[in-house]
């Protein structure tokens, strides 16, 4: 099961009313709780299995799904945020060798990639879910980013 599998449970399970989910396959073992009433913070545990174990080891602990947004949200000036989707390293080249994916003042269409982001050694690329300009870049490169930071600042005028 991968990160992006992970993200999609979490929403369907948020969105179903449902109060907790667990899913224990051969190797991952999937907590979900959640709150009825939607009051108090949600809560996603991933355990990997070991090979040599039948305990399980803590992977990461995702973040509260009440606050879950893919969508960029408008901050209160023009311009719009966009935000990590998940936890991990900020990468904003490929690889060290190549040039970066965007710079301030770099045009950017729906769907560009802006980054990489590192995540239990996946690299997740994050794409633009808006047309723009990039005003500011939040984030330094190599460096470790939460769940809903600012990433970019994008113009969409």
Do not use: W
Request: net charge negative; aromatic share 6%.
């Amino acid at each position: 099961m991968d990160l992006k599998e992970i993200q999609n449970l979490i929403k369907f399970v948020a969105n179903s009313g449902v109060a907790e989910v667990k899913l224990e396959m051969d190797d991952i073992k999937i907590t979900i709780r959640t709150t009825i009433e939607g009051t108090a913070t949600e809560t996603t545990y991933v355990q990997q299995m070991p090979a040599h174990s039948q305990q399980a080891m803590p992977i990461q602990n995702v973040a509260p799904v009440a606050t879950v947004v893919e969508t960029p949200v408008v901050v209160e000036n023009k311009y719009i945020t966009i935000k990590s989707p998940i936890i991990g390293t900020f990468y904003r080249k490929p690889t060290p060798d190549k040039p970066m994916f965007v710079e301030v003042g770099t045009t950017i269409a729906k769907g560009d990639v802006l980054c990489v982001i590192e995540a239990m050694k996946l690299f997740n690329e994050i794409e633009s879910e808006v047309s723009g300009k990039i005003v500011k870049i939040l984030v330094d490169d190599m460096s470790p980013v939460e769940f809903d930071q600012p990433l970019f600042l994008v113009d969409p005028s």
